[in-house]
């Protein structure tokens, strides 16, 4: 479940993907009325995304779940409105009970620990077998290689394969078999969980009507450890056509965000900039197709020095600019 003492409204990249978030759900509510769908995730302390989806989708009967006391009792103590029904009790609990809408439903499992990461995925597993056609689904996995073991006692070249075998015997039933040492890198760890969630979903069905996961988008982001987040939504494994449709009119395919392949997941590292950097920057954007290959020189030129930022983070920002919180003091 979310963390107790994370200050996730803090967190910048975290806020990016929240963005996106909505973003796609905006567009899945072309289609489908997403203001009467029900929203079920871990709040957390200030439960922000719940507040988020409110305020941008209109959502109105809401879920959150928390198995931690103190966490719970400050849930309450910030409740921000009463459309957010509070679940003091273990995810597990919930949905051995829980009754979906019928109007729909998004879920969003956000997990932060990666020693469960076998529990995550068969709970992510037996949610979304419950889930019905055009519903969301929407997990989140710690994939930083030190959560398979940090192994301070080995030479560096060394620590891929050890964590190779970690991830082997945590989840023996969803590993793909073709995995090398190579996959355990940092920046390809989250492609290679992400093959692992794809494992865990491919003999998905539901009641008597087989449905499968059909990714929508996935990102990894890092406010400290890295995260990898994944999005889809159910659909009937015979539907090609409505599928095909459903995409169509709700112009994913249109949007330079998705993840309709299971490509691997677009990484989200934005720069730490001051609201006069941003503003200057934003003068520029959005970048011209000619100049689009790159765009840290082009962004670097126009501010006139370097931000103390990497290409890749201005890159980032180029690429995500509208989706950057703003965070500012306010007098209450």
Known sequence: MSGSTIPYHLRQNKAVERNLFIELLARVGRVRNISEYEYIGFGGPFMEDHKALHAALRMGKMHSIEREQNTFLRQKFNYPAKFIQ?????????FRTHNFSEKGTVVWLDYTTADDLNEQLNEFHGVVAKLDTFDVA??????????????????????????????????????????TDKDFQTKKYPAT????????????????????????????YADGQTMLTITGMVFKASGDAEVEKFISESRLDQWPFANLEWAPPMAINMPALSAKERMRLDECLPIDDHIINNPAEHLKEHLGFIPG???????NYAKYYRQYPHFSRVIL
Do not use: M, W
């Open 138 to 179: 929407k997990i989140t996995l710690n994939a930083s290689t030190v959560g398979l073991g940090n192994f301070a006692e080995i030479p560096e070249i060394e620590k891929a394969g050890k964590r190779r075998e970690v991830l082997q015997a945590r989840i023996p039933n969803f590993a793909p078999a073709d995995l």
């Open 193 to 220: 969980l992400q093959r692992c969630v794809q494992n865990s979903l491919r003999d998905l069905s539901a009641r008597d009507t087989e449905l499968y996961f059909h990714p929508l988008s996935t990102f990894s």
């Open 309 to 315: 930022a990497t290409d890749g983070e201005l890159s």
């Open 86 to 94: 509070p679940h003091c009790k273990e995810s597990g609990e919930f």
